[in-house]
């Protein structure tokens, strides 16, 4: 019998300054910034900071790497205050705190980030010590964002992942998550962590990039595509299932060959304030689903809930309500066909 309890979520760790603009400026060009919020940004923090305010009836823990400085207080102060053990939450002298401007446009609620790396590129394979945590799942993002562990290992390929390896030898089971970045990288740095990855989550341009399939065409999502490139991820050794995410909605394909899928929450006109952070919080309620033995078809549908309370909200994490109101959302609301 598992006795293992818990989300333990690690990687980088930021401070998001959500500036609301009102137009996306050519270059050389003015846009005007009509509001600025500070708030949580990074996968773990992101995603413990969801769950938390969904209401988690399980513990989560923080592991990651802050500056010594105003923003890195901030981050350990807003886990504290939710709950969120931070024990495995290291601080340096050596940079500052993680931050990135986001710059989301009001009409669309599309945005971009201007991000610094700060601390979380010092993020190495020492500052994990599972032999401190009971945690039943361990979540690791975002992959290509963080310097240290996406350096090459002789054995392992990363240093992630022999991280996750080593949370795997634990007894935890383990995600992954990656940064939507624009460049080739994908494959060199994601595939070896697949090995020692149970759930594999990521948006259909993330899966795209590391498979090397077309997914999201000009006339719209390209489903045996976004097939074609799950089964890839599951041949390049993810344990149990891989999960994908896209404003349609998400599905998932197991070891097992089982495919589910599931369509966003249809939201009112006006509802949306910002996209930031959406797909943490779908993550934020996979994880809690999988933690909590949900089918597989729940899992989706509260991250599509949590993904669309997200959304309220022009930071990461401010829209997030607790479990119940997400599923409300989607019987409220009703769910997209795709």
């Known amino acids: 019998m598992n006795t293992r309890h818990g989300l333990l979520a690690g990687g980088n760790w930021i401070v998001d300054a959500v500036k609301i603009i009102d137009v996306w400026p050519q270059q050389d060009a003015l846009a005007n910034i009509t509001s600025e919020t500070k708030g949580t940004g990074g996968s773990p923090f992101n995603v413990l900071v969801d769950i938390a305010a969904m209401g988690a009836p399980f513990p989560l823990e923080a592991v990651g790497l802050v500056g010594e400085d105003s923003l890195g207080r901030y981050i350990v102060d807003t886990c504290k205050q939710l709950g969120i053990n931070t024990k495995s939450l290291h601080s340096t002298s050596e940079a500052p705190t993680s931050y ?20 979380n590129a010092l993020l190495s394979s020492g500052h994990f010590d599972f032999s401190t945590t009971q945690a039943r799942l361990f979540h690791l993002g975002y992959l290509l964002l963080l310097d240290g562990m996406d350096q090459s290992c002789p054995e392992f390929g990363t240093v992630a992942a022999g ?47 590391v498979t090397g399939h077309s997914i999201r065409t000009p006339s719209g999502l390209d489903l045996k595509a976004l097939r074609e490139s ?14 994908v995410h896209f404003p349609e909605g998400g599905c998932a394909l197991g070891r097992d060959g089982v495919w589910t899928q599931h369509g966003s929450v249809v939201l009112p006109d006006g509802y949306i304030k910002g ?16 933690h909590e033995g949900m089918t597989v078809e729940e899992q989706l549908r509260l991250g599509v809930c949590a993904a669309a309370a ?20 989607g019987l409220t609301h009703g769910f997209r066909s795709f």
């Open 163 to 209: 991280v996750l390896a080593r949370a795997q030898a634990a007894g935890m089971r383990t995600s992954i998550d990656v940064v939507s970045e624009d460049s080739e990288r994908f494959a060199r740095l994601v595939l070896p962590a697949l090995k020692h990855t149970d759930y594999c989550i990521m948006n259909e341009f993330e899966a795209g990039r």
């Open 100 to 119: 990135t401007d986001v710059m989301t446009v009001k009409s669309t609620g599309r945005r971009t980030f201007f991000h610094a790396r700060g601390a």
């Open 310 to 329: 997200n959304l309220s909200d022009e930071t990461c994490t401010g829209g997030l309500r607790p479990v119940e109101a997400c599923l409300n959302l």
């Open 230 to 243: 799950m089964e890839t991820l599951l041949d390049a050794g993810v344990r149990e299932r891989v999960l």
């Open 275 to 290: 996209a930031a952070g959406a797909g943490d919080a779908f993550t934020a309620g996979v994880l809690w689903g999988w």
